[in-house]
């Protein structure tokens, strides 16, 4: 036999024991329980302690005294503070004006000034800091929507200012549910010997706008009763289960939310691809499969481990798609809406992996926290995010203890979500890593990217992704599909006739194969129908080939209906591209302090070759790329309605 026979044969014969494993995981949470269980094995709230609360001072000074007055230092900046108000006309500016970034500020700015305050007060146990969050706590009860405008078309009135008379549920209104519960499970005693009217009011307030709003109605399209979901549920989920935990001391009330959260996340897990993969990009991972660890973590808790399915397949595939995405440095594969450069959860990764016995994801952990200098000082969470600040705090000394390694995978494949990435070697960022996609054009997060592509070599981006800029109204409205960012002519794909590809789930690839063995990989896809019928094309076959320690080759091979106009290749880099002589554009960038150069070379006899330089101004691009990526189009020369041709790839 082969040896790379033998590697295909272990490759096909893993997927399909993980595939019939993962097929026998439907309703994998409510469907263990009947409706009178969970009440019988939850902790009660007043019993439930998952982490330290400010009076018990041993735990917080065992914290390191330089993190521990990083963070007193960070509350001192806030203390005696103002409480920036947002208006009426900010919240409206999402429906004039598409903007959403101002009221976002100021909302996730008073929630990054509680946490600071809150870690602050449990850090320093002198109460200084118990007016301030009074103040906070007050000030944010006091708001009208705990969400932000761009989702407060969930409301029955429609987009606009909230309706006070209907609490919805968004991200940010469960974020905000769970800012309040951990302030009151830290430092409630405190507060309540301020004023028991304080501590009465944050319970009243999260049962209202989200505990009971969440129990009674079953219409909030992220809970997956009426259509497929994306991050939003395990991410609102983790967030509502949290405020459960928390505030509800009703036995009977607390299985109900419990039991309910348990469908919710079946409505997640049950389509999720049974390899692991998300479809909405690793930056979305942290919320996807990241909150769905969340609300195991917090399930496992408050049931003594009676719910635990962390040794499932399909929960350990989810924690592991982040190793797969992993390039080198701060580079993710970056398909659907997410940047090139990601700064990754390091103490989620770990737990995830602690969790799921998978010293890979672990060792990636230790790696993102040493890089990032996790511990070093205060960290202010997302969103004021004490739902992940407070495990990071107490998992560090573990995670800094732990060996510390990329995952330098030298190949995978995820069939499901027909994902690939392989390396020239294994373990090394040395020489040629490649990545491509098939699927289709109706996933979440979605551009019309079917059968693109990324090159990077020695670790550093050659021809890539762009990514997504800063949201707006348009980028989820009927015009998502007019920012360049989401077209395929801004993808590395042929423009046929002069048609991009069309979004929607027929959009799609098919006769997807890979094949990996020590000496190459190839990846191959017809592309044909994720064009519409105006491309007038009968097949494309795209074959991409990494021949390990030398070169990439992408090869189409097409066959049209009939020729309107002669096809463009696009091409995306954050080099200088340099078009010298016939048939070769210079790749240059600087890498660690020397020129690196690949050559992309092409058959001059078949295409015309044009630079376009795209300059950046939106922020969220500009963090990955700088001030300006090229885009190379590669023009046919040729009229045949078959043919096909090959670029090419290679280290100067």
Known sequence: MKPSFKIFLVLFLGHLFTSILCTQEKHLLSGAFDSGRPKKILVPSA????????????????????????????????????????????????TRNGNRSRYQAISYGRREQLAALVLGECMEGKGRFLDDIMNGVWTICE???????????????????????????DLFAAETGMLIAWTYYLVG??????????????RSEVKR????????????????????????NPWICSNWLTAVLVFEDDPDRRAASILKILRCLDNFLDPYPRDGGCDEGPSYWGRAGGSLFDCLELLQSASNNAINVFGKPLIQEIGRYIYRAYIHDQYFINFADAPAKQEADAS???RYGKSIHDDTMMRLASYLARRQDLGAGARKGQFGSLGRLLPMLFSLPELLNTESQEPLLRDFWLPDLQVMGARSSDRTVKGFYIAAKGGHNAESHNHNDVGNFIVYHDGSPVIIDVGVETYTAKTFSKDRYSIWTMQSAYHNLPSINGVMQKEGREYQASDV???????SVRFSLDIARAYPPDAKVKSWIRTITLDRGRDVVINDRYQLQELVKPFTLSLMTSCVPIAGKEGVVSLRQEVEGRVQTISLLYDEEKFSVAIEPIAIDDPRLKSSWGEKVYRIVLSSKTGALKDEYSISLKED
């Open 143 to 169: 708001e009208t929507y705990w969400g932000v405008p761009a989702h407060v078309g969930l409301q029955k009135r429609g987009a606009g200012l909230p309706d006070v008379s209907e609490p919805t549920v």
């Open 47 to 94: 019993s439930w302690h998952l982490f330290p609360k400010c009076a018990e001072r041993g735990v917080w000074t065992n914290i390191s005294e330089p993190l521990r007055k990083a963070y007193i230092a960070q509350a001192e900046l806030f203390q005696n503070a103002s409480w920036q108000t947002p208006k009426a006309t900010d919240f409206l500016e999402y």
């Open 513 to 519: 194969k890979f094949a990996a063995d020590d000496k």
């Open 189 to 202: 005693d405190e507060l309540a010997r301020i004023s028991p009217l304080v501590t009465e009011r944050m």
């Open 348 to 350: 989620l990764i770990f």
């Open 209 to 232: 706008r989200i505990i009971s709003v969440n129990l009674d109605r079953d219409d909030f399209w992220w809970m997956g009763f009426n259509r497929t979901v994306n991050n939003w």
